[in-house]
């Protein structure tokens, strides 16, 4: 059995792949939206639009969602820039938002880009991160 789910060995494009997460239930729920993924799948733009359905108590965005919103990303762009022969595993993650603007009606905005030579510096053989 493979370490990895049957999505992983269906051969996505860019397309594709924006298409597969804007109709997964967890994003649509969230109201979360990938906006664009570049064909080599070395950036990610994402946004996540204030709605009823995805506010806290106090009426700013709910943490849940925020973080949905960047969960996946990291670890497909390197799946996709590595290549099959490596497995790809995310271990940890932390999110950090900056308020740009002080009022609840706020839409959030996430980019992420992955360069071959912070790969090579944060992979280690063996090691434990």
Known sequence: MSG???LSRIA???????TLFNVWPPFRGAGVRVREIAPD?????VELRMGILNRNYVGTHFGGSLFAM??????IMMMKNLGPEY?????????LFFLIMLTTLI??????????RAARRDYSVGGDN
């Open 4 to 6: 990895q789910g049957f």
């Open 12 to 18: 996505f494009g860019p397309r594709g792949m924006k």
């Open 41 to 45: 799948f070395r950036s990610v733009h």
């Open 70 to 75: 960047t969960d996946p990303f990291f670890m």
């Open 87 to 95: 497995l790809v595993w995310d271990k940890a993650a932390t999110s």
């Open 107 to 116: 839409d959030v905005i996430a980019g992420f880009s992955v360069t071959i």
